[in-house]
């Protein structure tokens, strides 16, 4: 079993995951954003990325920029087998310890 | 109008470049710059947009100062910690009205800028290319946390704030001068 993801991480490869062939770095942060209903510093997710290729669970390509990019390439992401593994044991490893835990109601102990 | 595409704030788009890593600063610059353009202006207007994008590129410093050497890290919390003490100090002294404080305040901003850039010193010799730089900037602050020591202590009131901030700004300047020895110059290259 590969190391567990934490919240962000796993928010970040679903991110990937579903915006597919367009997962370049700001549709990712667009989608963590939805995903996480609050505001995201950029450099939290791009730090992410780099972290997530550094361990092999995304792969990185880079494509042409736009002018409004001031012609800056473009760099899209996908998730490496790797990335799929750890996000299947993280959601396998999240699903077993919440297996018949029943926690109170609101405000009672 | 002129008719020239916006563009986020040129010195935070500088910054931003100079703090990233080589293999990242185009394509990271370029996603900001669209959502800048294409995302926030329309939506926020200028001046909140580009409160958007400075927040953005401070969110880096974090990156920026986990990639560099261990004592380029403890300069850069030294830097930190000096600027937000001198900082108070100013405010403190507004605050109290304490006599003579407009010269106080001066001297405490002129520290507290001194201080913002030496966080800034790795970018400094990314931009300059050169060691003397760094000397230079090691023995001015060096200079000036001794020469505010020395007037401490020998003033009738001693002022606690101004022996730490004194004593910190020392400890940057040898700090500097050990990240310049180690390595000559190496610990504070260009992040790659």
């Known amino acids: 079993m590969s190391e567990l993801l934490g919240t962000f991480e796993q928010s970040v490869l679903l991110s990937i995951f579903s915006l597919g ?6 549709a ?5 954003q939805a995903t996480l209903q609050r505001e995201v510093a950029a450099g939290a997710v791009y730090a992410t990325l780099e972290r997530l290729e550094a361990r092999g669970l995304v792969r990185s390509r880079l494509e042409a920029g736009t002018a409004v990019r001031g012609g800056r390439a473009r760099r899209y992401y996908a998730l490496a087998a790797e990335g799929q593994r750890a996000l299947g044991d993280t959601r396998r490893a999240l699903t077993a310890m919440w297996k018949n835990v029943q926690l109170p109601t609101q405000g009672r102990s | 109008m002129s008719g020239q595409a916006p563009t986020p704030p040129r010195w935070a788009e500088v910054l931003l470049e100079r703090l990233l890593p080589d293999h990242t600063r185009e394509t990271v610059a ?6 800048y353009v294409d995302g926030m202006l329309p939506l926020r ?20 100062a986990k990639e560099g050497s261990p004592m380029g890290k403890i300069l850069l919390l030294v830097s930190l910690f000096t600027l937000a003490c001198a900082c108070w100090l100013a405010f403190m002294e507004t605050l109290l009205r304490h006599p003579g404080y407009a010269e106080r305040i001066g001297v405490a901003l002129a520290i507290a800028l001194i201080c913002a850039a030496t966080i800034l010193v790795r970018m400094l010799h ?3 290319r050169g060691e003397r730089w760094l000397w230079a900037g090691a023995a001015v602050l060096i200079g000036l946390g001794g020469q505010a020591f020395f007037r401490n202590a020998r003033a009738a009131h001693f002022e606690g704030f101004v022996f730490v901030i004194s004593l910190l700004l020392v400890l940057q300047g040898v700090l500097m001068l050990a990240t310049l020895g180690r390595s000559g110059g190496a610990s504070v290259r260009p992040l790659s």
């Open chain 2, 30 to 35: 370029g996603d900001l710059r669209e959502e």
């Open chain 2, 45 to 64: 207007g200028r001046a909140r947009a580009r409160l958007w994008y400075v927040r953005q590129v401070v969110s880096f410093v974090p990156w920026f």
């Open chain 1, 28 to 32: 990712i942060l667009s989608r963590v």
């Open chain 2, 126 to 128: 990314v931009g300059f």
């Open chain 1, 21 to 26: 062939t367009d997962a370049y770095g700001r």
